[in-house]
């Protein structure tokens, strides 16, 4: 079904086979699709050194996700206003006027296939160089690479979060302005905007915030600042009177009229180049954020405790799975157990009773000793502090005593998360029977 134009049809093709998708509604594993799709765009985008175009149009990224259903053949054959080709050999309709193909969507737009259908690519005249290969050049990409290509391709696998949520708005807002030759003046306009969400810039001053994040980004860099200016005066032409009137960087203005100027190139080809830049530079600083734990250290382990014993205290979900979910609370826990930070008693009581009582819930065999202590914290008072300590007690050392590998991974969170807390408690208890 694929063509590149006309009747000329294309050999080869990148593609994959998955379950169904219900691809005509929307859904978190169709949007990741689309976020591949402007992955692929984006990647393909660098400007041409000395035309300034971008390598391939953004529109040469084309997605199409469909699976097999029985279509109504005046979707994929129209009989009003149109001459019909001959039915093609094997095309059948049954007494509903359906016939077997496919359907989902093509570039987020709902779209219909059957025998004899063909599928363009989103751009008029698009090209099959002989040198590119989708499966390949993305195989290439490594993190020696100055447009941070692996670092863009790492952010399929991260869970929805305001960051990512920017910069896959900003990348398509870029790639707006890259698959718009015929129109320019709102190619540049896109771009202003993609670098307004990638650098959160504020609705005031704009040139000057947009100068300074860059220069934060990149460094001093000469002449940076006389193309944010140039950048926006441009924009604010697009915007109040619908067109650019110079496209020309001026790399020096003259001083008085009549004066010497000197251009070189467009300020749309720098911008192209610039975004990239900053969008590399703002991914590998996330990326070291990342690897250092910067995220992690600015929260409590007051705050963990709470959330912790908030998540099992509402899991609707099976036991395991509600143990896995805070796992990641539980190594943070473990790992700054020794960082100075005042917890409340009941905060932690609270949490390691919860998973103490999510854990009974779990189909693991364990021994009467263990059960009956995780029965007995069960049925301790709330908020009674002396019946609870003394339960957690006794339900560490059996914890502690007990067969790990026979806990299985649920067991292990909890025996953890047990053995942090109780350092945290066993000297209040100790105290108190002390006395």
């Known amino acids: 079904m694929l063509y590149a134009r006309d009747d000329v049809r294309i050999a080869e093709s990148v593609y994959a086979i998955t379950e169904p998708l219900g691809s005509l ?6 949007e990741r699709l689309d976020r591949v799709r402007a992955l692929v765009a984006y990647l393909y985008s660098s400007p041409h050194p000395t035309s300034g175009d971008a390598f391939m149009p953004s529109q040469f990224a084309s997605l199409a996700v469909v699976e097999p259903a029985n279509v109504s053949t005046f979707l994929v054959r129209p009989e009003h206003g149109t001459i019909l080709p001959p039915l093609p050999e094997g095309y059948v309709v049954d007494d509903w006027h359906q016939t077997p193909g496919y359907e989902g969507t093509y570039n987020r737009q709902p779209i219909w296939l059957a025998k004899g259908s063909r599928l363009y690519g989103g751009h008029p005249d698009t090209t099959l160089n002989i040198a590119q290969n989708l499966f390949i ?18 952010l399929l696998d991260q869970p929805p979060a305001p960051f990512t949520e920017r910069i896959f708005t900003a990348i398509d807002w870029y790639n707006l302005a890259t698959g718009r030759h015929d129109e320019s003046d709102r190619s540049l ?3 202003a905007i993609a670098f307004e969400v990638l650098l959160e810039l504020p609705s005031s001053e704009k040139t000057d915030r947009l100068a300074d994040s860059i220069a934060l980004l990149l460094g001093r860099t000469s002449r940076l600042r006389e193309w944010a200016s140039q950048f926006y005066t441009a924009r604010s032409q697009v915007a109040h009177e619908g067109r650019v009137r110079d496209w020309w960087f001026y790399s020096v203005r003259p001083a008085q009229k009549g004066g010497a100027s000197h251009k070189f190139g467009s300020i749309m080809t720098y911008g192209l180049e610039i975004f990239q830049l900053c969008l590399t530079t703002i991914l590998t600083g996330a990326k070291l954020a990342v690897q250092s734990g910067l995220s992690e250290r600015f929260v409590a382990n007051s705050e963990r405790y709470i959330e912790i014993a908030e998540k099992l205290g509402k899991a609707a979900e099976p036991a395991d799975a509600a143990i896995a979910s805070i796992k990641s609370l539980v190594d943070e826990l473990d790992r700054y ?7 409340p008693t009941r905060e932690v009581i609270q949490a390691l009773r919860a998973a103490a009582g999510v854990f009974s819930r779990c189909d693991i065999a364990i021994g009467e000793e263990l059960a009956a202590a995780l029965k007995s914290l069960q049925e301790a008072p709330k908020k009674d502090d002396d019946a609870e300590l003394a339960a957690l007690n006794v339900l560490e050392e059996q914890m502690r005593s007990a067969d790990q590998v026979a806990l299985g991974p649920s067991g292990k969170v909890v025996a953890k998360l047990i053995e942090v807390g109780w350092r945290k408690l066993f000297m209040i ?3 108190d029977h002390a006395k």
């Open 429 to 431: 208890y100790y105290r």
């Open 337 to 343: 157990q020794f960082v100075s930070s005042p917890t």
């Open 25 to 30: 509604r929307p859904g978190p594993i169709i």
């Open 137 to 154: 050049d993305i195989g290439r990409f490594g993190s020696g690479d100055r447009w941070g290509r692996e670092l863009l391709l790492d």
């Open 189 to 191: 306009l896109s771009l």
